[in-house]
């Protein structure tokens, strides 16, 4: 953890995440549905420029990130960049409906390299796939996050987590 739960960018990271009581319909598979209970995680280590991202003034960081600096507060649809983090990494169903992961992401660094190791958690594996495709500009609408501009991702993993009960089956 990082001061209040901030990137090394400054920013809070985690503040649309899902209320814990809300986070567990978010992460794990549907009761009934196959691998129930269990989760589909995305991890993927992300190496900051920070100096470059230092070189910004905090109102031009605050539209990277789509939130302000101090108190992450949204900034208004009208003014937010298309380009922004927050604006690229929200995705909708066809009902217009937010289709939420839950994120514990971690900051990292040494003198010489610092980032995010990025974790997360969904009950689709699908809603990373979409995401990152808003966040890279391969979804067809060609707009990339501009976070992309301070920070590079340089490895990337998908796993299942079995539920407890599961494993524990696997043991049996
Ligand atoms: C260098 C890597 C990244 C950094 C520094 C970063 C940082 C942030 C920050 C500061 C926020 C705003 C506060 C919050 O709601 O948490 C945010 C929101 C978010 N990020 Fe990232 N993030 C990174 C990578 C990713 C990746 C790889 C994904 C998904 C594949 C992602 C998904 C999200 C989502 C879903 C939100 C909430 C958007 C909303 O407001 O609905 N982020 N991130």
């Given at each position: 953890m990082y001061h209040d739960s901030r990137d090394l960018t400054g920013f809070v990271d985690g503040t649309a995440n899902p209320a814990p009581s809300d986070a567990p319909a978010v992460a794990c598979i549907a009761a009934g549905e196959p691998g129930a209970g269990g989760c589909h995680v995305m991890t993927q280590r992300w190496v900051h420029d920070l100096a470059s991202f230092g070189e910004l003034g905090v109102p031009d960081q605050?539209?990277?990130?789509?939130?302000?600096k101090l108190d992450s507060v949204a900034l208004p649809s009208?003014?937010?960049?298309?380009?922004?983090?927050?604006?690229?990494a929200e995705i909708h169903d066809a009902a217009g409906e937010e289709r939420p992961i839950y994120r514990r992401s971690t900051p990292y660094g040494t003198a010489a390299e610092q980032g995010l190791f990025f974790l997360a958690f969904s009950a689709e594996?699908?809603?990373f796939d979409a995401m990152l495709a808003q966040m890279y500009g391969t979804d067809g609408g060609g707009i990339r996050d501009r976070l992309l501009d301070f920070s590079m991702p340089v490895t990337g993993s998908y796993y299942f987590a079995p539920s407890a009960e599961a494993l524990s089956g696997l043991g049996a």
């Open positions: 605050e539209r990277v990130i789509g939130r302000t009208e003014s937010r960049p298309a380009d922004s983090h927050i604006t690229r594996r699908d809603r």
